[in-house]
């Protein structure tokens, strides 16, 4: 039975969100959010918090013995974009920062963990369409050549010492409440956003680049479906594909317009374009959909409705 967990980059795009939704499980003491930012009162009002760098193993040690902590959930990392420039800290904070957290854990028997993956992991080589969980991993990316790593990290300590390791391949995740760290994918919010305070925006990946993405709703179900899985059920450990929809910035722009029919884009792609090019277009999620029942509720045309609402709302309050 887990009882405290410790959601290490819990001020991330999906570390904010997730720790509501596992504070809703296990109640609010019970749940302990850590990021490298000072606690602000407004964090300390929601629950347990602590400013934890992971990458320094003797503070993680501590604050695993002080909160009794008994699983891990770890969302810290360096995402693609900024990964390729400053490749040695993503190395750092990615690979670093998760070993400390799986010899922390060996040591002081924290039971689970889960530490998420990327489409990243996948390179030029590997298949595009419906990429299977079972391929040629061989990003170009630091960013996907920490995430392969992680990923065998984590199956290495399942084999050799017997470790509770999970983690899943997350595509582009796509939310309003907070903005995304860095990442190749991030045009996908940063869209809507610009849609309704300027009518406009300027696209850094061109308007045919097709990538698989999701909804926040549906990362938060698969993340704590995974978490919650029959361990000894599983095949698979640390790489699950999963999969929601994929579309294009032309595609999205199009389903946007709907709502906003004065809206207009242009396309200026930048360095994120290369990284993108190195990912599928589109991913097989079979095995998770089999070994621990993940299906996914939103597709483009919903995901873009519920968004422009809540993004509108955020707008009027002067959020953004
Ligand atoms: P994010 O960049 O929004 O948040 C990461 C958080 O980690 C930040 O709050 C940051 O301050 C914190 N952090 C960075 N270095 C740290 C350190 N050394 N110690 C403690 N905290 C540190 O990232 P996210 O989008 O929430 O991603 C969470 C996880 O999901 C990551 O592993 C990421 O690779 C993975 N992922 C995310 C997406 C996506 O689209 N958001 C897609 C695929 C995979
Ligand atoms: C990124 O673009 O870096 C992330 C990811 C797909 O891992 N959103």
Same mark, same amino acid.
């Given at each position: ?17 997730? @720790? ?8 609010? %003491?019970?749940?302990?959010?850590? *990021? ?9 009002? +929601? ?38 420039? +400053? ?25 689970? @963990?889960?530490? &998420? ?9 590997? &298949? ?10 061989? &990003? ?14 984590? /199956? ?40 309704? =305070?300027?009518?406009?925006? =300027?696209?850094?990946?061109?308007? *045919? ?15 704590? *479906? ?14 699950? +594909?999963?999969?929601?929809? %994929?579309?294009? &910035? /032309? ?26 090019? %190195?990912?599928?277009?589109?991913? *097989? ?27 509108? @709302?955020?707008? /009027?309050?002067?959020?953004?």
């Amino acid at each position: 039975m887990i009882k405290r967990i410790l959601l290490s980059g819990s001020n991330g795009q999906i570390g904010s969100e997730l @720790i509501e939704e596992l504070r809703k499980i296990y109640g609010r %003491s019970n749940v302990i959010g850590a *990021d490298l930012r000072e606690p602000t009162p407004e964090i300390l009002e +929601n629950g347990p918090y602590v400013k934890l760098d992971i990458t320094n193993a003797h503070e993680l040690a501590n604050v695993i013995k002080e909160y009794k902590i008994d699983a891990i959930i770890n969302m810290a990392a360096i995402l693609s974009a900024v990964g390729e420039q +400053n490749p040695h800290r993503a190395w750092n904070v990615n690979i670093n920062g998760l070993i400390n957290i799986l010899e922390v854990s060996r040591e002081l028997g924290v039971k689970r @963990i889960l530490n &998420p993956s990327s489409i990243a992991v996948f390179g030029p080589t590997t &298949p595009k369409e419906n990429t299977p969980q079972e391929t040629v991993l061989k &990003p170009t990316s630091m960013y996907g050549i920490t995430k392969v790593t992680g990923e065998l990290l984590g /199956e290495y300590y399942v084999r050799k010492y017997n470790l509770d390791v999970r983690g899943l391949r997350y595509p582009g995740i796509i939310s309003y409440k907070t903005l995304p760290g860095g990442g190749t994918t991030d045009y996908a919010v940063a869209i809507f956003f610009d849609a309704i =305070k300027y009518k406009h925006y =300027k696209c850094f990946l061109k308007k *045919d680049t097709m990538l698989p993405m999701m909804y926040m709703p549906d990362c938060l179900k698969a993340t704590i *479906d995974l978490f919650h899985a029959d361990f000894s059920k599983l095949k698979h450990f640390t790489d699950f +594909n999963i999969a929601a929809m %994929s579309f294009t &910035p /032309e595609m999205l722009y199009n389903e946007i317009k709907k709502y906003l029919p004065e809206f207009t884009i242009e396309y200026e792609p930048d360095y994120r374009q290369q990284i993108a090019d %190195s990912w599928p277009r589109s991913i *097989d999620d079979s095995l998770a959909r089999e070994e621990w029942g993940w299906a996914p509720s939103y597709d483009m045309e919903t995901m873009v409705e519920d968004m422009i609402k809540n993004v509108k @709302i955020k707008v /009027e309050k002067c959020e953004y």
